[in-house]
């Protein structure tokens, strides 16, 4: 009969670690290879193969997650309770609007632009003669208005695709986002960046799972606590395997 009762407890206990969870709005924006629309249509990449983990680990059944442009879903993970927003750049500015469980990975925001048509920037002061292509409302525009640069200098858009047609075109001298899924963007819509690279890194940020500020503390921390639970598996190592040799791969 003890021997019943501890066995009874401990999966009492087991079944207590995680509590049920709300339910939760989960939105994404086509990055690859960070999180993307693949072919079926369905969300995919590294974050979204990471939040299925989480998920296994928590318990929870697979959610829908919803790939749009990133304006909107920033907009979104303000306005909507219950919203998570991936992968989003975590910095300073942008933290105490959000709760945060991190980190995905680690991201290099950069600028990028043609290496015979401009020489090597030296200062950011220099981008104030020059027109510089942003997402609009992603952290590329924040950085650059964060350091000083007018808002007359940038350009927006509402895609990578757009972006590069725009520096393609001359319209603008520089665009800024993530290296790797600048030259994918590229890739998929047959534009060549042979002449361009990086010439400047902003900033090294974290990329997180952002939730809008009216989630419960409590879900944050079971979020947390399964995340970096999730990170002493084999089966994330062996998703991190494929996301590194995409890296590499763009």
């Known amino acids: 009969m003890r021997r ?21 709005s989960y939105l994404s924006e086509d990055a690859y290879p960070i999180n993307y629309r693949s072919n079926n249509g369905q969300a995919s990449g590294f974050s979204v193969e990471l939040l299925k983990l989480i998920w296994q680990q928590l318990g929870e059944p ?16 303000g306005q909507k309770p219950n919203t998570v927003l991936f992968a989003t750049v975590h910095t300073p500015k942008r933290d105490p609007y959000f709760k945060w469980v991190c980190a995905i990975d680690n991201v290099n925001i950069v600028l990028m632009g043609n290496n015979k048509r401009h020489p090597k920037l030296s200062s950011l002061k220099q981008l104030n003669h020059l027109k510089i292509g942003v997402l609009r409302a992603d952290v590329g525009e924040q950085i ?5 640069i007018e808002d007359e200098n940038l350009m ?7 972006l590069i047609k725009l520096l393609l075109a001359k319209r ?11 030259r994918h963007a ?3 819509n047959n534009y060549s960046l042979k002449h361009y690279e990086v010439s400047w ?8 799972y952002a939730f809008n500020n009216a ?21 994330f190592k062996q998703i991190l395997t494929r996301y590194q040799q995409q890296k590499l791969n763009h």
Request: hydrophobic fraction near 40%; charged fraction near 20%; proline fraction near 2%.
């Open 4 to 24: 019943f009762l501890l066995v009874l407890s401990l999966y009492w206990v087991c079944g207590q670690s995680y509590a049920e969870l709300p339910k939760l």
């Open 62 to 77: 697979e959610h829908s997650v919803k790939i749009m442009p990133w304006d909107r879903a920033y907009y979104l993970l």
């Open 144 to 148: 650059l208005l964060n350091n000083g």
């Open 156 to 162: 927006f858009s509402d895609s990578y695709r757009h």
């Open 172 to 182: 603008v001298d520089f665009i800024a986002g993530s290296e790797q899924t600048i």
């Open 186 to 188: 590229a890739k998929q």
């Open 201 to 208: 890194v902003l900033q090294e940020q974290e990329l997180c």
């Open 215 to 235: 989630v419960d503390d409590a879900v944050i921390g079971q979020f947390q606590r399964a995340l970096e639970e999730v990170k002493q598996g084999s089966a």
